[in-house]
Nanobody, 122 residues
Framework: QVQLVESGGGLVQAGGSLRLSCAASGHTFSSYRMGWFRQAPGKEREFVATISRSSGGTYYADSVRGRFTISRDNAKNTVLLQMNSLKPEDTAVYYC???????????????WGQGTQVTVSS
């Protein structure tokens, strides 16, 4: 089992950058594929990015590809989401998740953090 805690959210102007961090507890972090999702007000939670266990493979939603970068440090039990060129439509609560296989769906992840708010002003 793994517990996830996100941090790094905040308020930023359009065009700015933020880096989200997700700290995982437990001894088996490296055995999980990690993902980021987000949920905007009044909308369903949506996939943002995912990274393989060994950082060998990443995959992004079309809406963030080229602007966001997911990475992980298995020695520190941490997964990061670097967000550049932020847009107002990126405003959402961002969630870190852990799963056992590649998925862009919520059902593909077994463990979730509590979320961190990102607000992008125009």
């Amino acid at each position: 089992q793994v517990q996830l805690v996100e941090s790094g959210g905040g308020l930023v102007q359009a065009g700015g950058s933020l880096r989200l961090s997700c700290a995982a507890s437990g001894h088996t972090f490296s055995s999980y594929r990690m993902g980021w999702f987000r949920q905007a007000p009044g909308k369903e939670r949506e996939f943002v990015a995912t990274i393989s266990r060994s950082s060998g493979g990443t995959y992004y939603a079309d809406s963030v590809r080229g602007r966001f970068t997911i990475s992980r440090d298995n020695a520190k039990n941490t997964v990061l989401l670097q967000m550049n060129s932020l847009k107002p439509e990126d405003t959402a609560v961002y969630y870190c998740a852990a799963g056992s296989s590649f998925s862009t769906l919520e059902d593909g992840y077994d463990y979730w953090g509590q979320g961190t708010q990102v607000t992008v002003s125009s």
